[in-house]
């Protein structure tokens, strides 16, 4: 089917509409920001001289690859401990369930939360480092506090990647490697780690390239000490305001940015994508014996404490949701969740039917781009998957103001309507979905397909009646993740909102700026508590479709 | 299927074409939080029947947008965000200038000089301690801007980053009139202040569940921050320093290209009318109305007395932002 596909009376207008979409969302608003940032009565260099003389420019970027490389191994060893946990502990099924439970949290969380909580718990008065350690000069603002937040927000990354990699590894690979008289110990290091290795680095990169973009842990725990570039373009957006300093910031994170995800293409693409097997059982139920019970023991205490304090963290606020202000009036009082359901019931209404709207339109798109990467042959095909995927390896900022700029004229005045944050989320985060549909179609033959073919249909009736039911784990998949970061995200959209459309996590930034903590705390739990609806709802889905389980989706969120 | 598509198409199509296209309608864009616009807001529209839509947006967000909407403005009016928000509006282009009727009995601080924007309020610089830290401690509430620079609060101080905070902005303001209009002065004092900083909050009014809840000693902020701490009932005590400090003027200005102008000038009419201006005591803003005569609150006005205002000379806050923005970001924060 190869060549054939360029000229195939369906493929080739769909890949033109693919392409016209992504360079009019994509390509256009980001050119319309190059214009800007390099062009001032002539093409000028203005904003990169000012990024070469600040001092706190060039430390950002230093800040920036620095805190990415340590979030990424901190959370990648927590990752793979939960991991190694979940799946080699033997722990009981409910237990196992509650863990994933508590480590979703952070993942799915409005942002901010998570560095509100650590506040509240390990700040100079926090709950633990105060009230229980009696520490005063706990300074948790800085390179300590990022990581820590940054790492407990991602590692969940990590532990749904890594849980799927461990377990589809082969337990009688290990058990040969017994029988053959190895001990535990260089069976873990000769067998488990190299099978793991490729899922490791994954992990790893996926953890980095979250950090790396993540614009509201800095924003509120780097302080002046510790600057990064997010966080650094958006201050010299809105404080200094200068758009042209801030896009080329933002420009040069870019290079990063890019460089760990074309380091993870090459890692999957030089596994084929094969270490995820999302079909077939390993092999025969054998007892794994890979983990002695004293290992076993310390994963458990390790992943106990670190569930634990994610617990107490999010317990902080919802003590704070539900409290007149905490730390100062205890008194139960719904006056915050009586804000919500009151003034802030439109932000949250608006959120769920932008959410909503967002998931067919990007799982549809993402199974369509999948299928076309994955599946056929034309002119330009590397080029549009790497196009496609530029607004995702984008810090959120430049993609927002760039909407602004792009599409606030005629004949694209699409700004102040939901049209334009559905846009925004379907081009920023259906790669997750794309990316599920190439792992799950490198699995199909695609004899398959052509047995359809053969048999005389059409190439769009193959798609609908053959691929798109082989790949609906993967558009749920996609739809889960659009669902949750429709419901989460904040960087792109804070340009965004308008007078017909706001959002709740906009709401919730604006709470934490302004003292109000509780409607903050009580936006977040309803946030979550959506979120975890839908995630429930998506992997029962996913286990009727007999397609893996919420892992599968939870993995997809770091990327 | 496909049923599906055209469903969504059509309802993709209502959202780009309906706007708020409803007959008398001011769209705002304001930095003052819900808590303290909406009331005067809906008390508009209670009176007028014109409905008023507003986004809050903090000031470099609200002029960032501004700026890229230029060619087809989103907003009417710039409602409520600090003077140099509106310097820098003026500076873009993206705002134009309308007296207001009672205008002239503004004083000539309180308005930009070609009328550009004029402010609906002022708001003071405090400082606001934890009471029981103090205590703690065995401190007395800074009442000098050198106290501040006292060993015993090293980090324990947290006020606003300049690169993002208007307060930032004023607290520089307050140190340079201050310490007798000497930059150099200026920016040796930050030096020191610096030593003793926890952290540089985002927003002005970052400090404040700190201070309130105990996690620094000494939040630099606004009136309004305070007031309302205390409102909630935490334990924090307002002082000033006795050099003087200066007051943030939060402007209103036109849009440029304003789409409603008509309805938006009557807004901003009614933004200096006595009956608006007593609106903000009403509502417990706790800012200084700019129109003589109207009434202020009782416990600011008290508060108020203990302090010295220190008077802006917006022209060359105007020319100068930017330099003593960055000699904060290259000199006093580099360490």
Redesign the interface.
Known sequence: MNGQAARDPVILPTVIVVWAMVLLFVLYPLSRLLFLTFWNEGPSLDAVRGLLS???HRRALVNSLLLAALVGVAGTALGFAFALLAVRGRVPTWLGRALDAVVLLPLISPPFTAAIAL?FAL????IISYHVFGLT?V?I?GLSGTFLSETLTYFPVAYLTLKAVIANIDPNLEDSAFSLGARRWRVFRTVTVPLATPGIANAFLLVSAASLADFATP??LA???FPVLPTQAF???????D?RGGAALCFLLLVPALAIFAGQRLWVERRGGSYVTVTGKVGAATRVKSLSPLAITGLGVLCGAVALFVLVCYALIAAASLM??????HHLSFAHYAHVFS?GLKAVRDTLIIAV?CM??GGLFAVVLGFLVARTQFPGRRALEFAAMMNYALPGTIVG?GY??AF???PL???????IL?VCYVFRYSLAGTRATTAVLAQIDPSIEEASSSLGARRDVTF?RVVLPLVRPALLAGMTVLFIRAMTAISAT??L????W?LVTVRIL?GI?????GQASAFSMLVIALVYLAVVLASLAMRRLNAGSLGQAGSLLGG | ?VS?LRL?AS??LV??FA??GLAQTV?VYTAW???LS?PIFKAYTAKTGVQI????L????L???A???K??P?ADVMWGAPGD?FA?AKE?GIIEPYKAATAEKIPAELKDRDGYYTAVSKNTLIFMSNAKLLKEKGLKAPTSWNDLLDPAFK?QIQTA?????GTALTRILSIYYAFGKDEEKTVDYQKKLHKNV???T??G??C???A?????TVCIAHMP?AM??KK????VVVTFPKEGVAAVIEGVALVKGAKNREAAVKFIEWTFSKEMQDLLDKNNVYMLPTLPGASIDADVQALMKEAKLLPVDLEWVGKNR?RL?ERW??EV???
Do not use: C, H
Not at chain 1, 324 to 329: E, P, R, S, V, Y
Not at chain 2, 58 to 61: M, P
């Open positions: 600040d001092w706190t506040i700040g100079p008065r926090g000069t300074n603002y924003l509120i302080g002046t000490r201050l010299q957006i809105t404080g200094l305001y758009m007149k202000g905490l730390g100062a009036d003034g709207l067919p339109i103001i602004l700029v606030n004229d005629p005045a699409f700004t102040g309507t939901a049209f559905v609908r804070i340009f909102v308008s007078l017909s706001s604006e700026t302004n003292l109000e903590l | 299927m599906t969504f309802v993709l959202l780009v706007g708020p769209n939080p819900e808590s909406q839509n507003f986004i809050r903090s000031t470099g967000e002029v960032a947008r700026t890229a909407e060619n087809n989103r928000g820098a873009a980090g980053d300049a690169r993002t905070s926890q952290v540089y985002k927003s009014g970052g404040t569940v700190p309130s809840l105990g996690q620094t921050d309302e701490a909630k009932g935490y334990g930017k923005v970001i290259n924060i580099r360490d």
